[in-house]
């Protein structure tokens, strides 16, 4: 397999510069480094730029609605474990619309990979302010400055008992596709919050911003990915300074593998035994 094996006939619609491209070619790479095929992995977008990926990347593809993009992995992920199942979606879609999914998907540690596309915008829709944005930034949403401070994906997950934790950049596509392998080969809930710069409304968090402050946790001296007490401090590092990289990874037993009826064959691999509900309907009736 090769990247362009996971190419579909469409070309991107994403602005010329858009961070996707970045995070597109990563995972296609992360894919054909773990000799993943096309028909082994499933894709459940969100709503947003990232979402038109589904057009642009030959892999089984679930476009879902705005926010509801983990119930759908995660269902899809219990019904056919031997799917390797992954979510791209917005920053927005992640923490604003879809934030009880995603913390209750990391409390129960469900199987999947979770990829947010963090531009702190709402980009599709021209640039309003997103979960993510800081507090006073001016947007078409927010002309005098949002009043909110910005969510902190990062000791969110923490501090919700995620097991793996990691923060990569779109400008940076080769550690990133090294972000995605560890995500998808840890088993449970991986997070990779990705920076993917929104070249065309996001004037303040360009390439330059981030190649300016980001930092490789990877290359920091008695930096250790299993110690809670340095990820949470490293979490809280934003400003003229900003780590990136995995920040946490630990054991933790998998949703599915509390499940004793999914022991055996993928469920949608057994046969399905139709039962005669005629009798039950008629009680609805
Ligand atoms: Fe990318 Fe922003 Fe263009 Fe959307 S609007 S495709 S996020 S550059």
Same mark, same amino acid.
């Given at each position: 397999?090769?990247?362009?094996?996971?190419?579909?006939?469409?070309?991107?619609?994403?602005?010329?510069?858009?961070?996707?491209?970045?995070?597109?070619?990563?995972?296609?790479?992360?894919?054909?480094?773990?000799?993943?095929?096309?028909?082994?992995?499933?894709?459940?977008?969100?709503?947003?730029?990232?979402?038109?990926?589904?057009?642009?990347?030959?892999?089984?593809?679930?476009?879902?609605?705005?926010?509801?993009?983990?119930?759908?992995?995660?269902? &899809?992920?219990?019904?056919?474990?031997?799917?390797?199942?992954?979510?791209?979606?917005?920053?927005?879609?992640?923490?604003?619309?879809?934030?009880?999914?995603?913390?209750?998907?990391?409390?129960?540690?469900?199987?999947?990979?979770?990829?947010?596309?963090?531009?702190?915008?709402?980009?599709? +829709?021209?640039?309003?302010?997103?979960?993510?944005?800081?507090?006073?930034?001016?947007?078409?949403? +927010?002309?005098?400055?949002?009043?909110?401070?910005?969510?902190?994906?990062?000791?969110?997950?923490? #501090?919700?008992?995620?097991?793996?934790?990691? @923060?990569?950049?779109?400008?940076?596509?080769?550690?990133?596709?090294?972000?995605?392998?560890?995500?998808?080969?840890?088993?449970?809930? #991986?997070?990779?919050?990705?920076?993917?710069?929104?070249?065309?409304?996001?004037?303040?968090? +360009?390439?330059?911003?981030?190649?300016?402050?980001?930092?490789?946790?990877?290359?920091?001296?008695?930096?250790?990915?299993?110690?809670?007490?340095?990820?949470?401090?490293? &979490?809280?590092?934003?400003?003229?300074?900003?780590?990136?990289?995995?920040?946490?990874?630990?054991?933790?037993?998998?949703?599915?593998?509390?499940?004793?009826?999914?022991?055996?064959?993928?469920?949608?691999? @057994?046969?399905?035994?139709?039962?005669?509900?005629?009798?039950?309907?008629?009680?609805?009736?």
């Amino acid at each position: 397999m090769k990247a362009k094996d996971f190419d579909t006939s469409y070309k991107p619609s994403w602005c010329p510069g858009c961070g996707n491209f970045g995070m597109q070619i990563a995972m296609k790479n992360a894919l054909v480094e773990l000799g993943l095929k096309p028909e082994n992995v499933l894709i459940v977008y969100g709503i947003g730029c990232s979402g038109n990926g589904a057009n642009f990347t030959k892999t089984y593809a679930w476009h879902s609605l705005h926010g509801r993009s983990v119930p759908s992995a995660v269902g &899809a992920k219990l019904a056919n474990k031997d799917l390797t199942v992954i979510v791209m979606a917005g920053d927005g879609d992640s923490y604003g619309e879809g934030m009880g999914h995603f913390i209750h998907a990391v409390r129960g540690n469900a199987d999947i990979t979770y990829v947010t596309h963090d531009n702190k915008l709402y980009s599709l +829709t021209t640039g309003q302010s997103a979960p993510t944005s800081e507090k006073g930034t001016k947007t078409k949403s +927010t002309p005098d400055g949002l009043i909110e401070v910005a969510v902190n994906p990062m000791s969110l997950a923490l #501090s919700a008992g995620c097991a793996f934790i990691s @923060r990569g950049f779109a400008g940076d596509a080769d550690h990133l596709k090294e972000m995605f392998k560890s995500a998808i080969l840890h088993k449970g809930f #991986s997070l990779v919050d990705v920076f993917q710069p929104c070249v065309t409304f996001n004037k303040i968090n +360009t390439f330059k911003w981030y190649y300016d402050r980001l930092y490789k946790l990877d290359a920091k001296p008695g930096y250790k990915k299993t110690d809670k007490n340095q990820a949470f401090k490293e &979490a809280l590092v934003w400003g003229n300074k900003i780590p990136y990289g995995i920040f946490y990874e630990v054991k933790r037993d998998t949703y599915g593998s509390n499940l004793p009826q999914l022991n055996g064959k993928a469920l949608a691999k @057994r046969p399905i035994k139709v039962k005669d509900i005629t009798a039950l309907a008629k009680e609805f009736a």
